[in-house]
């Protein structure tokens, strides 16, 4: 009987557990260069802010929680308590990536949450570039709604690094952060982050609809479906039930 009531247990905390963290493997595959990431992706559209007008040397500043809303893509700068996000035409300085107009957030400082979000709608490959005006390389945190987090490590100022991903269920929004810690630590006042080029599309299906590796060259991995898992789960189950219930008989 006690048995029977743990495989019971058992099979109704996975399917809670399935019920409650429905997405697995929804990340395909992650690129650090933006050719990888074009060759699996059509109908690229790319935002590289130009339309906004920032004279050269100028800047725009969103600093409410509507943000900038760039088609049917919206950014809005948190930080801490209140908001905070500009678009920058640098021509000279740390903040001269040679790239135009480039969206920033405010100046890093630690004792709040300090992010930039992108509220997109549902898309399935995304890419961007990311840079920082700390002149050192550092780690940008991007979190997806889909439940995975990345660190992509940037370049020495001013260099900007691609990052691009592509899944199989919608991102809702995508928030980047600076990460602290290390040698490369953000310094308070003096670090930014920089985004530019923003790009969507859809997932490239090869002829035949063959699945697996999206396209070369991208950090991929795979993970069973919950269906799966529970099937497998449940198997497991009835195996240890199955092997008692014989012992027990001898």
């Not at 699996?40 to 509507?66: C, E, R």
């Not at 900038?68 to 990536?97: C, K, Q, W």
Request: no cysteine.
């Amino acid at each position: 009987m006690r048995t029977r009531t743990f495989i019971f247990v058992f099979v109704a905390l996975m399917a809670a557990l399935l019920a409650a963290n429905p997405v697995f493997g929804a990340v395909l595959g992650t690129y650090e260069d933006r050719p990888t990431w074009n060759g699996v992706t059509t109908g690229i559209t790319t935002d590289d802010f130009t339309s906004i007008g920032t004279p050269a040397g100028g800047w725009n500043t969103f600093n409410t929680s509507g943000g900038l809303t760039r088609g049917s893509i919206n950014y809005v700068g948190v930080d801490g308590g209140g908001y905070g996000m500009l678009a920058i035409h640098p021509t000279v300085g740390e903040n001269n990536f040679g790239s135009g107009i480039l969206l920033r957030n405010a100046d890093y400082y630690s004792p709040g949450a300090q992010y930039m979000q992108l509220t997109l709608p549902d898309l399935y490959s995304v890419g961007f570039d990311l840079g920082t005006a700390f002149p050192n390389s550092v780690g940008i945190r991007i979190e997806l709604s889909t439940g995975e987090f990345f660190i992509r490590q940037t370049q020495n100022a001013p260099v900007l690094s691609f990052w691009g991903v592509q899944t199989n269920t919608p991102i809702e929004w995508i928030r980047l952060a600076l990460t602290t810690g290390g040698t490369n630590n953000p310094i308070v006042a003096q670090s930014i982050l920089l985004v530019d080029n923003v790009s969507y599309g859809a997932v490239y299906t090869p002829p035949g609809g063959g699945g697996g590796d999206p396209g070369g060259g991208g950090e991929t991995g795979e993970t069973p479906e919950a269906a799966t898992l529970l099937l497998v789960a449940s198997g497991f189950a009835f195996f240890f039930w199955r092997r008692k219930h014989v012992l027990s008989l001898g």
